[in-house]
């Protein structure tokens, strides 16, 4: 019996291509693949890739091929609801393999590594999305969106610390032997304070402080009303409250930014209170995972990635993130990945498929 799928629409393209190939499947002349998906607050990025041999070392290719890219929007159940979520997904899973000529036939495993995984009934729910788009010799793997970004520095090995520092915030890290831990990425009513929004939320408030005499005269009052076309900050309630979506809110740190740049001293204190918070998950961590040795002072990678750690270089978020853990852990080894973190999903999902042919 034919499975039916809500939005069997999307899937489409595999009658063409069955139609097209004499009703063999398995993708269009194109061997085995590997979906790996990276789903943020913001956006939601699917990659397809050929299958590597399992056999294969460490020494993977550099670039590892790619089939097929596709970007769509937010994917976390928390922000948009399951619904929508699921449909992100199956929409950029879909379209990959439609791009690529392939498949789901073709699909071997697949990580999806998406925020808002915070607890094993996550996991499962979507695990159980997943099982029902997808044939059942599929290997699935569901993990917070750490993960992935995690990968993307590690080449696909889940061990050492990854901050994350975009729309949200979160330190997490994994130790070779199976053990994990995370900090701070409860979003931001629960305190992301070193995330875009957090320190965006900051500047907000501190504009309406010192329109209302509570606090002092910023730069960030004419620079971020400027980049709203608004005339006064009167007006910055209503557009706060018309539409409070958190990526809407974390886009005003580059006015931040420059403000601090320019000497603000407003301004550079929210980004210096960012770099603590920052700093104090990770060291959180790391400690609850003894990744730099009983000493203190043992190396571990820490891989930076999202919007705030990875622009702003002019004012130096990173390193002033870096500087602040170092005097704890002066192990720590920054690494700023070459790949995007989708593509860490695809390795991740490699390496336990991998793991899965060995056992």
């Known amino acids: ?133 997808f044939p059942s010799h599929v290997k699935l793997y569901v993990r917070n969106d750490a993960a992935a970004a995690l990968a993307s520095g590690t080449m696909g090995r889940l061990s050492g610390c990854v901050l994350i520092a975009g729309t949200g ?58 980049t709203l076309g608004l005339s006064s900050a009167d007006e910055l309630i209503g557009w706060t409250y018309a539409d409070s979506s958190w990526a809407r809110i974390a886009a005003l740190v580059p006015a931040v930014v420059s403000c601090a740049e320019s000497g603000d001293e ?3 204190n929210i980004l210096q209170d960012a770099v603590k918070e920052l700093a104090l998950s990770v060291n959180a961590v790391v400690q609850r995972l003894g990744l730099s040795g009983s000493d203190g002072k043992g190396s571990f990678p820490l891989v930076m990635v999202g919007g705030v750690i990875e622009g702003n270089k002019g004012w130096g978020i990173a390193q002033e993130v870096i500087n602040c853990i170092s005097k704890d852990y002066p192990g720590v080894v920054p690494i700023w990945p070459k790949v995007e973190p989708a593509i860490g999903a695809a390795l991740l999902a490699w390496n336990f498929l991998k793991d899965s042919h060995q056992e």
């Open 266 to 268: 407003v301004a550079n």
């Open 169 to 226: 915030s979160i330190a997490f890290g994994f130790t070779d032997d199976g053990r994990e831990a995370r900090a701070a990425g409860a979003g931001p009513i629960l305190g992301d304070w070193g995330s875009g929004y957090g320190i965006s939320a900051q500047a907000l408030t501190a504009i309406i402080r010192a329109h209302d005499g509570r606090g002092p005269q910023t730069k960030l009052t004419n620079s971020i009303l400027q």
């Open 1 to 133: 019996m034919t499975k039916k799928y809500r939005n069997g629409e999307i899937w489409e393209f595999e009658r063409e291509m069955s139609g097209r190939t004499g009703g063999g499947g398995g993708g269009g002349g194109v061997g085995g693949v590997i979906l790996g998906i990276d789903g943020g607050t913001t956006s939601t990025i699917c990659v397809c890739v050929p299958l590597l041999p399992l056999q294969q070392s460490l020494h993977l290719p550099d670039p590892l091929p790619l089939l097929a890219r596709v970007e769509a929007g937010c994917s976390n159940h928390n922000s948009v609801g399951e619904t929508a979520a699921r449909e992100t997904l199956e929409q950029v899973m879909a379209e990959a393999l439609s791009r690529s000529g392939s498949d789901r036939s073709a699909v071997q495993a697949i990580c999806l590594s998406v925020s808002g995984v915070n607890h094993p009934t996550d996991q499962q729910r979507i695990l159980n999305w997943l099982r029902d788009m």
